[in-house]
């Protein structure tokens, strides 16, 4: 398996734009974590799935933020519009969670997200 | 709510020296604790995982320790090595809501 695969890896984009990041899971794995990375706040949870089903979204910042899982093989993190207050790393994992077995997370490579 | 912390924040030690990183959580409600390694501008790499029935997880130079009870976990690095340079974060993952909690990490300077 060729691990979690974000796209793409840099964005820049001017304020009040749409910024779509995009992210395949590991094959097997049932569930999908978005997490943001900054300096001043370190990783941060905001949204994780489980069997495509949005479970927890307490961590998006504000309304402008939403995610999709339309599959098991497919999530989208939506910012609309964007801000630079936005700028940040944005990181996808993925990991299989069940009754009996809870496996490591795999991170993938991170978006680099610049807002300007 | 899960609280992470590790200590210290920053570690620097000659080449040879074991290291000793420290990660401690209020809810000992778990389902396993991770370690990752994260190189500047790079992704995080997945160290070691321990389950909640387990006590220590070993692989290579690396052992880390697990005390639930407690709410702490153990990274141990022998004879560290320059390449070892990097911010360790521990993750520990919740029985109440599934989530990765992460702490801030600790960054590493290993000197030639």
């Known amino acids: 398996d060729a691990g979690v695969i974000q796209s793409p890896r840099h964005e820049v984009t001017e304020m009040g734009q749409e910024v779509t990041l995009r992210c395949k899971p590991i094959?097997?794995?049932?569930?999908l974590f978005w997490y943001r990375q900054t300096m001043m706040r370190g990783l941060e949870l905001l949204i994780y799935f489980n069997n495509n089903v949005p479970i927890d979204d307490s961590g998006m910042p504000e309304d402008r933020f939403s995610a999709k899982m339309p599959n098991a093989s497919f999530s989208t993190l939506k910012i609309q519009p964007s801000e630079p207050r936005d700028s940040a790393v944005y990181f996808c994992?993925?990991?299989?969670?069940?009754?009996?077995?809870?496996?490591?997370?795999?991170f993938g490579q991170g978006t680099r997200l610049t807002v300007v | 709510k899960q609280e992470v912390t590790q200590i210290p924040a920053a570690l620097s030690v000659p080449e040879g020296e074991n290291l000793v990183l420290n990660c401690s959580f209020t809810d000992s409600a778990i389902y396993n604790l991770q370690w990752f390694r994260q190189d500047p501008g790079k992704g995080l790499t997945s160290l070691l995982l321990?389950?909640?029935?387990?006590r220590e997880q070993t692989s290579g130079r690396l052992n880390a320790s697990l005390d639930k009870s407690s709410g702490r976990s153990t990274l141990y690095i022998a004879a560290s090595q320059p390449g070892d340079s990097a911010t360790y974060l521990c993750a520990v993952g919740c029985s109440n809501d599934y989530k990765l909690s992460f702490g801030a990490g600790t960054t590493v300077t290993v000197r030639a």
């Open positions: 094959s097997g794995h049932n569930s």
């Open positions: 994992a993925s990991s299989f969670l069940g009754r009996t077995l809870n496996t490591e997370a795999f």
């Open positions: 321990i389950q909640s029935s387990q």
